[in-house]
């Protein structure tokens, strides 16, 4: 049996695996690997090209496999899609390993860097930094709804916000006094969690060397400039500055025909919108 191409469908606990010889016939077939057995078997592989979806836990699996001699290549599911077979044996996830396997094959598919434990650790910062703003703006303006059921209606402005509801909490019944107060608290302990977030954001990249070489750039700050490196690593998968661009969001998507050319929005990633800084 001479496997040289292994497509992974992830998944949480039941795996599935389809592996092709050099003409292309499947020669390795399990549709059902438990995770507890998953590392196992792909150590009893011979070094070949493993191909999987870029999704939760992809990373992990990355670098354990690429520990047995493998070769490892991560694919945004989008780019999946179109080899799934669907009209062959429909939506399952032995068909799903097939495609993976399909997929990684092609000449022309655009992989995803794999990323270190490190790499994967700043994210976490900024993810978790991430999801303490968006929490402290749905706050406020859960804040500003329940007021304005009371008739007070105040700018939307956080700081003026703050300076103006304290003249307007004692117009308000008990136990509106009371939530209006708890969650002016909770937005103090937000703020305390996002600067703690911001030191050690700072903290991390004035300590990575690529980050400090990244902030000597105008307009880069140890927030951007962490997220770019956390993100990109050595950004060595790009040829240009134009394929960054184009990663980064900078451009519009474009969904051209009939000689008519019509461009989509511009999709910045949530780690390097500016609403992350």
């Excluded at 592996?19 to 077939?29: E, L, P, T």
């Excluded at 992809?58 to 290549?73: C, D, L, N, Q």
């Excluded at 991560?74 to 080899?83: D, G």
């Amino acid at each position: 049996m001479s496997i040289v191409t292994v497509g992974i469908d992830l998944a949480k606990n039941v795996f599935a695996l389809h592996g092709i010889d050099q003409s292309g016939k499947a020669v390795f077939i399990k549709p059902k690997v438990v995770r507890g057995q998953l590392l196992e078997t792909v150590a009893n592989l011979p070094p070949c090209l493993i191909g999987m979806e870029a999704c939760s836990g992809a990373h992990y699996w990355a670098r354990e496999f690429s520990r047995f001699g493998h070769t490892v290549k991560l694919m945004a599911p989008k780019f999946v899609a179109p080899y799934r077979m669907s009209g062959k044996r429909g939506k399952n996830d032995a068909a799903d390993a097939a495609a993976i396997c399909e997929a990684v094959t092609r000449p022309n598919m655009r992989f995803v860097p794999v990323k270190d434990v490190d790499q994967q650790a700043i994210l976490c910062l900024h993810r978790t930094r991430q999801g303490f703003i968006e929490e402290r703006t749905a706050l406020y303006n859960r804040l500003r709804g329940l007021i304005s059921e009371f008739g007070i209606v105040l700018p939307q402005k956080v700081e003026r916000l703050r300076r103006e509801i304290g003249a307007h909490l004692e117009a308000l019944p008990g136990w509106a006094n009371r939530c209006v107060g708890d969650l002016l608290v909770h937005a103090d302990r937000l703020n305390e969690r996002i600067e703690e977030y911001d030191k050690a954001i700072t903290q991390a990249a004035r300590q990575d060397a690529r980050s400090r070489q990244l902030m000597q750039l105008p307009g880069i700050g140890p927030t951007t400039a962490s997220a770019l490196v956390a993100s990109l690593g050595g950004a060595h998968d790009f040829k240009n500055g134009r394929q960054l661009a184009a990663w980064a969001g900078l451009v519009p998507g474009q969904y051209s025909s009939g000689g008519k050319a019509r461009l989509g929005r511009i999709e910045v990633p949530p780690v390097l919108a500016p609403r992350a800084f």
